[in-house]
């Protein structure tokens, strides 16, 4: 049995946000091609105070061999089956465990001031000696150290002492928007992203309950995100040294052809250069094909030293910090953000 994952979808008004119940539709669409007849929702379905279901609703009858199950996040505290009745809709507001084929699906809606293994413990004869996967909303503190920069705080934490105490086959959680996994932790992230700070292509995931595999299936958006930020170093060739990273950054984003007019990007040079008019130009020209979402690039943030002693110095360590491995992920910082450091170092800034 294939299982179509997703969660964080933040359903507004349709005119408000239409692009999101598009990606939503994109879900249904391709698992009815696929053959598969179940959708779990990870919670946040809806944005909060939000209230009018009938849009949703109408979208959901439209594929009615499909069966939606709803796990509540945070953002979902009012929803149930009194006030969402499309036939094909299951919402759960309390830990339940569901029997999809051979395997055990316990849900755990959000509930706040509580952990989830309290929630597991709290009814683990419903799993005992079971293959079994949990579905919930919330944070796990186990070695995936993405956060929602939207929501900080703890959110109804897994522990990974609870993941090995009681082995369940995988786990799906909502609450964090980026698409990542560790082990058998998936958030599936946003399926569209909400705004500029979710980027790239999305995702959903297909869970296939025979073999406990789990697919990356990508979603179709009306609106894709990219915020690109360059790190400038003051030199005699940043000017084909930038042109040649703006290629890299674009091909690095995998669209296709006709992707490239949906893409929204915000663009912006930072750090110190020799002639800031020719990398506004750089930019300008580089991105050319897509839509900004400010006005134009900026380079509000980029200064120009003309020290020639200062700049051999910056460049030579530019080379220095390129040479390590800065993939630390999770609240460290990022190569970009070292960089600017030691420029504003050596700039005296």
Not at 13 to 21: G, K, L, M, W
Not at 36 to 55: C, V, W
Request: a negative charge; proline letters at 6%.
């Amino acid at each position: 049995m294939r299982i179509g994952i997703t969660a964080d979808l933040h359903l507004t008004a349709r005119e408000e946000h239409p692009e999101r119940y598009n990606s939503l539709e994109n879900i249904l669409s391709q698992l009815e091609t696929q053959g598969s007849r179940t959708l779990l929702i990870a919670g946040d379905l809806f944005d909060k105070d939000f209230h009018n279901y009938s849009e949703f609703e109408r979208l959901c009858k439209k594929y009615p061999q499909i069966q939606i199950h709803i796990i509540p996040g945070n953002h979902d505290p009012n929803i149930s089956t009194k006030s969402i009745v499309a036939p094909n809709i299951h919402i759960y507001t309390s830990p339940t465990a569901v029997e999809f084929g051979s395997t055990t699906f316990f849900f755990i809606p959000y509930k706040e001031k509580t952990k989830m293994g309290e929630q597991i413990a709290a009814s683990v004869g419903s799993i005992r000696d079971k293959e079994w996967v949990l579905v919930s909303h919330g944070d796990y503190y186990g070695g995936v150290k993405e956060r929602n920069p939207l929501e900080p705080g703890t959110y109804m934490p897994l522990s990974k002492e609870n993941v090995d105490i009681f082995k369940p086959r995988a786990v799906f959680l909502g609450h964090i928007h980026k698409p990542h996994n560790r082990d058998n932790i998936y958030y599936p992230g946003s399926p569209c992203g909400l705004d500029i700070t979710e980027t790239g292509k999305r995702k959903f995931l297909i869970y296939a309950t025979d073999n406990n595999s789990v697919d990356w299936v990508g979603v179709s958006n009306d609106i894709i995100y990219f915020d690109e930020t360059f790190v400038i170093v003051p030199s005699e060739d940043e000017v084909p040294i930038l042109q040649n990273e703006v290629r890299k950054r674009i091909k690095s984003w995998n669209l296709e052809p006709a992707e490239e007019t949906k893409v929204v990007v915000r663009v912006q040079a930072i750090g110190y250069a020799t002639d800031r008019s020719a990398i506004l130009s750089v930019l300008k020209e580089g991105f050319s094909k897509f839509r900004y979402y400010d006005e134009e690039p900026s380079i509000e943030d980029l200064s120009v030293n003309p020290d020639q002693q200062l700049k051999t110095v910056a460049e030579r360590t530019m080379k220095l910090i390129d040479k390590l491995d800065w993939n630390f992920g999770g609240d460290e910082p990022e190569k970009e953000d070292i960089k600017l450091a030691v420029l504003n170092l050596i700039y005296g800034d």
